[in-house]
């Protein structure tokens, strides 16, 4: 069995959102026997009221619930920006429910009852999903705050050297001397941290910051 | 006794006459020829009166004559001649007596005649009559019944031995129950009884009976008139056997509605006891072994299974077919025990239903799987009430309660629509529906068994929004009443 490492604070956190309470401690119970942190809640309403701790984690969706089914719960952490990976539990296998939680972005789909190397499986693969996102997300406000400290000179510099345009194109496109072109990408990648173009390239990507079409 | 005909004469009666006829002799022989100073002849009266019984009205006119005739002639033979002296003052006075008597007989048996004629004619009325009329004396004793026993195949002599006898020992404490009610108020009871026929069987009556008293107020008899009520009662039954069979078919056409709900309902436990389990070989499997953990997974795998068990066994009782078999119930209990099966179907409305129990236990006499059954229906309908409108609240509340005059209430409150005045007036109807692929069979027959339990069904509009389906039912105090 694998425990996941506890050594970061905030080792990851399984939320379950299941009405019958039987399951819930049942699944609590099973995550806790390869050591994963868990929160249950008894329906929708009472996971949007409660504090969410800033860990990574995955969500366990009962699709039946009193009040806010699973399918709108989905529907209202999109629109709060809770990004948690959701896998779904549905006591009989509803191929279109199954495809609606699947669009909106499920990571997978249990039918009760369930194999528990499935849950734990399911459960794991969230979290690293989680995980990815969220080294994504450091990375991503990283690079921001880089790209916010370069000059409006150096960010249309940037912008079209990585758009694949040479020193000289990006020297006429702009009405400035290559050299000072030159200057302007040295300062930029010196900011930026970049070790190559390629990087820089990556980045630009990450920051989605691409050359308006004329 | 006015049980046999009294136009014949007593066995006795003729030997009186006999003897009145020598007695005449005698008389004659003795006016005749012994020198009396006595009237011997108005001992004629005697003769008269001892024939009475015996003789119409017409042989009393005769023997009168006769007698007068005798007298007449003995003292003719005795004095030859009619003069005025004491023999003839004598002869006088008897004829006088003999006159009057005769008149006298010939009264009474002009007013018995017309008497027993009357009774002749009460007897008619009574044997057309189309009932089973007798009269009892206040030892139970059978002293009057009419033709009509004879005719439906009751025997006679078994009516005036021990009537009671024949009543079904089944039927016997209602009515001794009834009568000593009856005897109580002094009102007149009816009852529903078996009796037993000459030829065995038993044959349903419903009868009726009157207790006549004297100016003191005693019991000097009961009439009691009955009627035959065996077709009717067995129109009543094959009614109620159709009654069940469709009663039983709609249960299981709704139950068949929620299968779905009802498999999730048991896929809950299962999945509980599948993960338990999983859990429990996990945890064999880490060292040290957690006993505390094991132990509580363990009996949370026992407790799953019974809860899937009891969901099955629910589903069973409403499913089974059979006899409506009423016991003393509490109303609370029998809400309760729906809530579980209907709260798949209720997460598939998006809905949650509210249970509001009575504070104190609700006792009714009623058939636990019928009542589940109206409430089933009532509650999917106002689930179905509800599931065009978008509201804040979906909940159906299902509440129980005492009503003010100590009738156990359920009422099933949504939030839906509301009715319509067509709904409230027809909703009940047989084959009334709002929905496309409703048969109109549910609150029909949800009526109809609240009716069977003494109790009434009823809808009403909310204040605010939605409707009210409720039902009252009497209260059950122990001893059925």
Same mark, same amino acid.
């Given at each position: 069995m694998t425990k996941p490492s506890q050594a970061d604070g905030d080792g990851p956190i399984v939320f379950i959102v299941e009405d019958d309470q039987p399951l819930r401690d049942a699944l609590r119970r099973l995550f806790r026997t390869v050591g994963l942190r868990t929160e249950a809640f008894g329906s929708a309403a009472e996971l949007l009221e409660a504090r969410l701790p800033d860990a990574p984690g995955c969500l366990i969706l009962d699709v039946r619930l009193p009040g806010v089914s699973g399918l709108d719960l989905q529907g209202d952490l999109a629109r709060l920006d809770i990004r948690l990976p959701i896998i779904f539990m549905t006591g009989h296998g509803d191929i279109p429910m199954s495809v609606r939680a699947m669009k909106a972005g499920a990571v997978d789909f249990l039918a009760k009852p369930f194999r528990d190397q499935d849950m734990l499986d399911a459960a794991a693969a969230a979290i690293e999903k989680d995980r990815a996102r969220r080294r994504h997300d450091e990375q991503l406000v990283g690079l921001r705050t880089l790209f916010e400290s370069l000059t409006p000179r150096e960010r249309e510099v940037l912008t079209l050297v990585t758009a694949g345009l040479m020193n000289k194109q990006v020297a006429h496109e702009l009405g400035l001397?290559?050299?000072?072109?030159?200057?302007?990408?040295?300062?930029?990648?010196?900011?930026?941290?970049?070790?190559?173009?390629?990087d820089l390239v990556k980045m630009a990507e990450t920051l989605q910051i691409s050359r308006a079409k004329p | 006794m006015v049980t046999q005909s009294s136009s014949e004469v007593p066995p006795g009666a003729w030997l009186?006459?006999?003897?009145? !006829?020598?007695?005449?002799?005698?008389?004659?022989?003795?006016?005749?020829? =012994?020198? =009396?100073?006595? *009237?011997?002849?108005?001992l004629y009266v005697l003769v008269i009166l001892l024939s009475a019984n015996v003789l119409s009205r017409g042989g009393t006119v005769y023997a009168s004559a006769g007698c007068a005739a005798l007298a007449v002639i003995s003292y003719l033979v005795q004095h030859g001649a009619l003069t005025p002296d004491a023999p003839f003052a004598?002869? *006088? &006075?008897?004829?006088?007596? $003999? !006159?009057?008597?005769?008149?006298?007989?010939?009264?009474?048996? =002009?007013?018995? &005649?017309?008497?027993?004629?009357?009774?002749?004619? %009460?007897?008619?009325?009574?044997?057309? $009559?189309?009932?089973?009329?007798?009269?009892?004396?206040?030892?139970?004793?059978?002293?009057?019944?009419?033709?009509?026993?004879? *005719?439906?195949?009751?025997?006679?002599? *078994?009516?005036?031995?021990?009537?009671?006898?024949?009543?079904?020992?089944?039927?016997?404490?209602?009515?001794?129950?009834?009568?000593?009610?009856? $005897?109580?108020? !002094?009102?007149?009871?009816?009852?529903?009884?078996? &009796?037993?026929?000459?030829?065995?069987?038993?044959?349903?009556?419903?009868?009726?009976?009157?207790?006549?008293?004297?100016?003191r107020g005693r019991v000097v008899a009961r009439y009691v008139a009955a009627s035959d009520i065996e077709d009717r009662k067995r129109a009543e039954a094959a009614l109620h056997k159709t009654q069940a069979e469709l009663t039983h078919v709609t249960r299981v056409t709704t139950l068949g509605e929620f299968t779905a709900s009802i498999a999730h309902e048991v896929n809950q436990p299962l999945a509980a006891i599948v993960t338990n389990g999983e859990v429990g070989l996990r945890l064999l499997e880490i060292e040290p072994l957690d006993k505390e953990e094991l132990l509580e997974t363990t009996r949370e795998i026992i407790a799953n299974g019974r809860r899937a068990s009891e969901i099955i066994t629910r589903v069973r009782a409403l499913s089974k077919k059979g006899q409506t078999r009423k016991a003393a119930l509490d109303l609370n209990e029998v809400v309760?025990?729906?809530?579980?099966?209907?709260?798949?179907?209720? %997460?598939?409305?998006r809905l949650s239903l509210r249970l509001e129990p009575a504070s104190a236990p609700q006792p009714i006499w009623g058939d636990r799987v019928e009542l589940q059954q109206v409430l089933i229906n009532l509650i999917v309908n106002g689930m179905e009430a509800m599931a065009p409108v978008r509201s804040e609240i979906r909940e159906v509340v299902i509440r129980s309660r005492q009503g003010e005059s100590g009738e156990a209430l359920v009422e099933v409150v949504d939030g839906g629509a509301g009715l319509g005045d067509e709904d409230t007036r027809q909703m009940f109807n047989a084959f009334f529906t709002t929905k496309p692929n409703g048969m109109g069979m549910g609150l029909a027959i949800c009526r109809s068994i609240i009716e069977r339990h003494g109790g009434r069904l009823w809808a009403t509009n909310n204040a605010g929004r939605g409707a009210t389906l409720q039902f009252a039912l009497p209260p059950y105090r122990g001893v059925h009443s």
């Open positions: 001397s290559e050299i000072t072109v030159k200057i302007h990408r040295g300062s930029l990648m010196k900011k930026m941290d970049a070790k190559s173009l390629a | 009186l006459a006999a003897f009145a !006829g020598l007695l005449a002799i005698a008389i004659f022989a003795v006016d005749t020829y =012994t020198p =009396t100073h006595i *009237a011997v002849a108005v004598r002869l *006088a &006075m008897s004829l006088a007596a $003999i !006159g009057i008597t005769g008149f006298l007989v010939f009264r009474n048996q =002009t007013s018995q &005649m017309s008497l027993r004629a009357a009774e002749r004619e %009460l007897r008619a009325t009574l044997d057309t $009559i189309p009932a089973l009329v007798m009269r009892t004396r206040p030892d139970g004793a059978v002293d009057f019944m009419n033709a009509r026993w004879k *005719a439906q195949g009751f025997s006679e002599q *078994a009516l005036t031995s021990d009537w009671l006898g024949l009543v079904h020992p089944d039927d016997l404490p209602a009515i001794s129950e009834k009568r000593a009610e009856s $005897i109580a108020s !002094g009102e007149a009871y009816e009852a529903e009884m078996r &009796m037993q026929r000459a030829d065995g069987e038993y044959r349903w009556l419903l009868s009726r009976t009157v207790a006549v008293r004297d100016e309760e025990d729906v809530i579980p099966l209907l709260r798949g179907h209720a %997460l598939e409305h």
